[in-house]
């Protein structure tokens, strides 16, 4: 019986419940007083599975860059640059496989260069990637002139483009988008290389003693770069499957996305200070976000009250993980 | 070299530099088997600098080191515990929000297939790896933050012990510990003693360091300035020693 007791204790005081129960209230919320309870309608659930994963996706990816004790402020910037490179290279025509892998290798890369200044001039990575966010958000308006430019994947009417599309923006079965497919899928390899790959556990000890995890031979540098590379690589996957959807680029895309994903992470239970967080809390977090900010649509409250409500929802989670750690510490004594 | 097979490590020789600051001028060192050696001195005199450099955390600018009578170059932490050289930081070496389990093999998680780690056997050694040390901890999955300040100590040693360290380098394993965590740290160094690891202990207590060493090194301002051993001295004479090395001018 205490043993039954102090595992329903354990379950309640666990960071993913607290945000899952939030999330479930957040949900019964929109579907009862939206207009119509149109935030239930297939049609909206579709949408938000679908936009709501591009930005899910790279959440994950910047969530377990946290746990490592780095940020990265510069994943919309990537995201605008990455789609750039996707419509140059298709408007030469190129194979689209091609285009996609070269797409994602830029996104990596791009992150490989945010690791090699962090890590390498020892600058703290807010200011790296705070440097490398202007850097190509302004790249990118310089070169495309700030414009909107088509980019229309289906016109091609090629197999080559229905596979493309199929991949990126399809539905698997009636009704759910693939992009929610990628988003459980990223979340599930990441999740199990965090919690169960040594990799994982590398990635907290960097995160939560750096010099404890050099000094038993884990090469922190290496585990930061790692994770610098991997946000960069689901940034490039985004853009394709972002262009894919809107048949279009824009040179805003991913506006705000930096500070997004920093909340999301924080509401699933990631500590700021590196070290602490899990990846199903980071999915959960992710997945809040992008419900507040299409009920809030649905609801028809204009746009900027997204940040007030964003801004309540993180205050309160992070006051409620506080009380919850506390409670957890009294719980070992 | 008459005795040599019994030395377990010995540095020549060894200078280090920060920046401007000459940390080490010219040191050498040595280290019995099964010996335990206190390694004391002011602060700022050099002792940390001294055994990061036979844990691999800094590479010397000049010097040698030989392990089990071979020349080495010892240029990660890596390296170092692949000798069989673990260290238990002044600046605790543990992850406070991981579990104990995941802090004993942190870096050297055993793995099963692609890298997965095999938790069961990380959970059931590190259990069986604190036992050897006399300490029952509840469970290997507390994270290290919930522990006393001793049962921390006996985390990072029992780590040591666990993979077979020859030499042992506890530096102020006993800072800002009480008097009880304080007696439990050097029966876990007892511990190590009957295993046969050598050790050195660093610490400011001198009473502590007599308590547990056999030979004391005084070390001031990046130099060795005494090598004695506890027959011939007292905690009085170590704590005179200690005095008159820091004054000494060079
Ligand atoms: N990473 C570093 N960078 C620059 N200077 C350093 C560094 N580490 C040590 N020093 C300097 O080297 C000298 C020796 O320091 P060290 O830490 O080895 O002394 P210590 O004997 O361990 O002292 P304490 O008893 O206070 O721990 C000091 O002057 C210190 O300021
Ligand atoms: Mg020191």
Redesign the pocket.
């Known amino acids: 019986m205490q043993g039954n007791a102090s595992y329903l204790k354990r379950f309640l005081l666990s960071r993913s419940t607290s945000v899952l129960l939030v999330l479930i209230l957040i949900v019964i919320f929109f579907a009862v007083f939206s207009p119509e309870h149109r935030f239930v309608d297939p049609d909206n659930l579709r949408v938000l599975l679908s936009l709501g994963a591009e930005f899910s996706i790279i959440a994950l990816g910047v969530g377990m860059l946290m746990i490592c004790g780095e940020f990265d402020l510069s994943v919309g910037s990537i995201l605008a640059f990455c789609s750039f490179i996707f419509l140059k290279l298709f408007e030469l025509h190129l194979s689209l496989l091609f285009i996609a892998v070269i797409t994602i290798v830029v996104g990596g890369l791009l992150g490989l260069l945010n690791a090699l200044i962090t890590v390498r001039a020892g600058i703290p990575s807010f200011i790296t990637t705070l440097g490398t966010m202007m850097f190509w958000r302004g790249l990118t308006i310089l070169l495309s002139g700030g414009e909107q430019t088509a980019c229309d994947v289906s016109a091609l009417n090629t197999p080559a483009a229905s596979y493309f599309l199929s991949f990126f923006t399809g539905q698997i079965g009636k009704f759910l988008p693939v992009q929610f497919f990628w988003f459980a899928i990223f979340a599930i390899i990441l999740g199990v290389l965090l919690h169960r790959h040594r990799f994982g556990n590398w990635v907290y000890a960097t995160g939560d003693n750096k010099d404890a995890a050099r000094a038993m031979g884990i090469n922190t540098d290496w585990v930061k770069t790692v994770c610098f590379i991997v946000v960069g690589l689901l940034c490039g996957f985004v853009a394709c499957a972002q262009i894919g959807r809107l048949a279009c680029f824009t040179s805003r895309t991913g506006d705000g996305w930096e500070l997004k994903a920093v909340a999301a992470s924080v509401v699933g239970g990631t500590s700021l200070r590196g070290g602490m967080g899990n990846m199903f809390g980071i999915f959960l977090g992710a997945t809040t976000i992008s419900v507040i900010e299409n009920g809030l649509v649905v609801l028809r409250i204009p746009y900027f009250w997204t940040y007030v409500f964003f801004g309540l929802v993180i205050l309160l989670s992070v006051l409620s993980s506080m009380y919850i750690e506390r409670k957890q510490m009294e719980m070992h004594r | 070299m008459e005795a040599g097979n019994d030395i377990l490590v010995r540095m020549v020789g060894i200078h280090k530099w920060?920046?401007r600051?000459y940390?080490l001028r010219g040191v050498d060192f040595e280290v019995r088997r099964g010996e335990t050696v206190g390694l004391i001195?002011?602060?700022?005199?050099?002792?940390?600098?001294?055994i990061?450099i036979l844990s691999g955390y800094?590479q010397a600018d000049q010097g040698e080191i030989y392990f089990e009578g071979q020349k080495v170059k010892i240029r990660s932490p890596r390296d170092a515990r692949n000798l069989g050289i673990e260290t238990v930081y002044?600046e605790q070496a543990l992850a406070p929000n991981l579990s104990i389990a995941r802090n004993i093999f942190m870096g050297r998680e055993p793995v099963k297939k692609f890298g997965l780690m095999d938790r069961k056997a990380m959970d059931e050694e590190s259990m069986k790896a604190l036992a050897n040390l006399g300490l029952r901890l509840r469970s290997p999955e507390l994270p290290v933050v919930t522990l006393s300040g001793g049962e921390r100590q006996g985390v990072a040693i029992a780590r040591a012990l666990h993979f077979k360290a020859k030499l042992v380098i506890l530096?102020?394993p006993t800072v800002a510990l009480s008097v009880k965590e304080v007696e439990e740290v050097l029966e876990f160094v007892r511990q190590l003693q009957r295993e046969k690891v050598s050790v050195v202990f660093?610490t400011?207590n001198l009473y502590h360091a007599f308590d547990i060493a056999e030979r004391f090194v005084v070390?001031a301002r990046?130099l060795k300035m005494a090598d004695v051993k506890k027959e011939e001295t007292s905690p009085q004479g170590l704590s005179e020693l200690v005095l008159k090395s820091a004054f000494v001018a060079v």
Do not use: C, P, R, W
């Not at chain 2, 001195?41 to 001294?50: E, F, I, P, V, Y």
């Open positions: 920060f920046g600051v940390a001195g002011d602060n700022g005199a050099g002792k940390s600098t001294l990061k800094h002044q530096d102020e660093i400011h070390m990046g």
